[in-house]
């Protein structure tokens, strides 16, 4: 018994079998509905015309049951295909431009596509006009939602589903981004094709069924849209919109050459939504970089670049690269409450560095420690100087960071003078064969004292530029290893072979000391360590 239900289960699950019944079930009803009075009391007795045109119509009904899904598959099958590699790839966009746009007919048998003709040709001519299009619509409009589900790779989505995360909704958002583009490219041209091969010599049918048949699903992928654009405002959604802002502006031919004037304002309207909301984020965006500027920062103990240089840097860097884009979004979309000359991409980010610098200079204030505040705005500068060079920045606002690392560079020098103070030999020391001996003995014992103190202070402080921290420490070199040799050998003069028993550093323990400086162990410190700065804008 068991194994005649697994039988008869596993023939239940064949898709032959229910396309034999769905066939069958077409016919059925159809023959049922033809002996119905309901038939002769809307289209009158029968007659040959009416046996002919009704025999077409339910052999056209019966097949397309019959083999729908099939063509559905090949359709699919030949889509994902073709797009595969674009899918993949953002860098294949130019490739849609150039694919053919009969790939539709092409997933088609060549002789159902001439029996549609003859039967079309049959029904329109007959007065059969609106049930032609109603089978023709329901039949391509299921092939090119199903189409469209197997682009995204997605059954049912929400885009305001906060478990989803920010993954899945960049996921899905760049993913719209590829599948408007084979829609209005390849997907919507393909069945404008098919719409007047099938109804030739039907040009207003045609035109009707095409725009219902793509109607539904430009409509799903403007729900989507609509959605980013009506969510929460974030600078990484401004990333996002743009890009769906951008996309429907480059579509904008594809639109006007496809669809009829009343479609086309739907996408315009969704578009000028995504460029409102984008214009509002940006005009926001120096506000919430700072809204929590009067709050206590907790500053890197070891010097380390601030996550708010990084969080700004990496906004303006979005900021730069979408720099034309938003141009356009400020010029279409102008906000009245703006004055003159506010509303570029420029002043926006000209604005926030000012109020940047004075937040980061407030911050360094924070360290009881000079050398370390000094330090620590070498490292965010110097972050900056390298993020706006590679990014390829050229505002004025950048221009001054070279000026500001070294103005720094010589602060954190002068905080030595103190270790150097113990190494200056005054006139005596220096003529007198008998100087004053207990007071080199101390000056040396403060040097040695203050020296390792501080060697063991910085070397846990982190430099993650290489090029700075080797200037810095070539720096202190030059100012620290002559002195520190004039004295020792002075020290020895006096002293000969007891000074060794003071004596704690050697002139190249100086300089081992000196070149263990900032090899902190900040996590980040190893990824920059071998090239930081090719690595400095892969961080995020």
């Known amino acids: 018994m068991r194994l005649l239900l697994s039988q008869i289960t596993r023939w239940l699950t064949q898709v032959a079998v229910w396309r034999f019944v769905g066939f069958v079930s077409t016919f059925v009803g159809l023959l049922c509905y033809a002996l119905s009075s309901s038939f002769n009391h809307l289209f009158g007795e029968w007659n040959m015309l009416k046996i002919f045109l009704y025999t077409v119509f339910g052999l056209f009904i019966c097949l397309w049951s019959l083999f729908a899904k099939k063509d559905n598959l090949n359709l699919i099958s030949m889509l994902l295909e073709r797009t595969k590699e674009y899918l993949e790839d953002e860098s294949k966009d130019s490739e849609l431009t150039g694919m053919d746009h009969n790939f539709v007919m092409d997933a088609l048998p060549s002789e159902k596509i001439k029996d549609l003709e003859e039967t079309i040709m049959l029904m329109v001519s007959n ?125 904008t031919p594809e639109l006007q050459s496809l669809f009829p004037e009343s479609l086309v304002k739907e996408v315009m309207t969704v578009n000028d939504k995504l460029g409102e909301a984008s214009r509002d984020i940006l005009m926001k965006m120096e506000n919430k970089f700072f809204r929590n500027s009067e709050a206590k920062v907790i500053a890197p103990t070891d010097g380390w670049v601030y996550p708010l240089t990084i969080y700004v840097m990496d906004s303006i860097a979005f900021l730069h690269r979408k720099r034309q884009i938003l141009e356009q979004i400020l010029v279409q979309y102008p906000k009245l409450t703006t004055g003159a000359g506010t509303s570029s991409v420029s002043y926006q980010i000209d604005r926030i560095m000012k109020r940047f610098e004075k937040k980061l200079e407030a911050m360094s204030q924070s360290y009881k420690d000079p050398a370390l505040r000094y330090f620590t705005m070498m490292n965010n500068w110097t972050w900056i100087e390298l993020y706006a060079k590679n990014s390829g920045f050229d505002l004025d606002c950048f221009r001054k960071s070279t000026k500001i690392i070294k103005k720094n560079r010589e602060l954190y020098l002068s905080s030595w003078d103190m270790v150097l103070e113990f190494l200056k030999l005054e006139k005596n020391e220096i003529v007198e064969p008998n100087a004053n001996v207990e007071s080199l003995k101390d000056k040396l014992k403060l040097f040695n004292k203050h020296f390792s103190n501080t060697c063991a202070t910085q070397s846990k402080w982190v430099s993650f530029d290489k090029q700075l921290r080797e200037q810095i420490i070539i720096s202190l070199q030059n100012i620290l290893l002559p002195p520190y040799g004039n004295f020792i050998g002075r020290f020895h003069d006096i002293l000969g072979n007891h000074a060794y028993e003071y004596i704690k550093y050697g002139m190249f323990d100086i300089q081992d000391q000196l070149n263990h400086l900032f090899r902190g162990s900040t996590p980040m410190k190893q990824y920059f360590e071998a090239k930081p700065r090719e690595r400095l804008l892969q961080h995020v």
């Not at 045609?206 to 793509?214: H, K, Q, R, S």
Request: net charge negative; glycine share 6%; aromatic share 10%.
């Open 127 to 251: 007065g059969f006009e609106k049930e032609c299009c109603d089978e023709y619509c329901n039949w391509r409009r299921e092939s090119l939602e199903e189409c469209l589900t197997s682009l995204f790779g997605l059954q049912e989505i929400n885009i305001e589903q906060e478990h989803e995360g920010k993954k899945l909704e960049e996921f899905v958002i760049g993913r719209w981004i590829k599948v408007v583009k084979v829609a209005f490219r390849i997907l919507f041209p393909s069945e404008r094709r098919l719409s007047d091969r099938i109804f030739v010599g039907f040009s207003s049918v045609a035109d009707l069924c095409f725009t219902e048949v793509c109607r539904g699903a430009v409509i799903q992928l403007l729900n989507l849209a609509d959605a980013v654009a009506s969510g929460s405002p974030s600078e990484w959604r401004l990333n996002k919109i743009t890009d769906m802002f951008e996309t429907l502006c480059d579509l």
